[in-house]
């Protein structure tokens, strides 16, 4: 099985920051782009953030120059920085493998990690 596990969200207040990290349970994790996505309620998934096995990296107009994806093939772990945060990027996030055309990967999911901005 492959499995993902998401931690380090939390409640903060608006300008605030939070580290998410995921731990992702993958053969061959460094042959694999990874990505962050959220989910916001009523909302549909949307890929936030990505980065590629040569580490290049892609991120949302919404997120650009707040959020920082990265990763440690070593550990087979995933990061995502996040300052600055909005009401707005309220949301479960989730990390993923990423296939042809950041599609994910794979049909599992982990639990994701809660993200809640909020004064």
């Known amino acids: 099985q492959v499995r993902l596990v998401e931690s380090g969200g939390g409640l903060v207040q608006p300008g605030g920051s939070l580290r998410l990290s995921c731990a992702a349970s993958?053969?061959?994790?460094?042959?694999?782009?990874m990505g962050w996505y959220r989910q916001a309620p009523g909302k549909q998934r949307e890929l936030v953030a990505d980065?590629?096995?040569?580490?290049?990296?892609h991120y949302a107009d919404s997120v650009e120059g707040r959020f920082t994806i990265s990763r440690d093939n070593a550990k087979n772990m995933v990061y995502l920085q996040m300052n600055d945060l909005k009401p707005e990027d309220t949301a479960v996030y989730y990390c993923?493998?990423?296939?042809?055309?950041?599609?994910?990967?794979?049909?599992?999911w982990g639990q994701g990690t809660q993200v809640t901005v909020s004064s």
């Open positions: 980065i590629g096995k040569g580490e290049n990296t």
């Open positions: 993958i053969t061959y994790f460094r042959l694999y782009a």
């Open positions: 993923q493998a990423l296939g042809t055309g950041s599609s994910p990967a794979f049909s599992t």
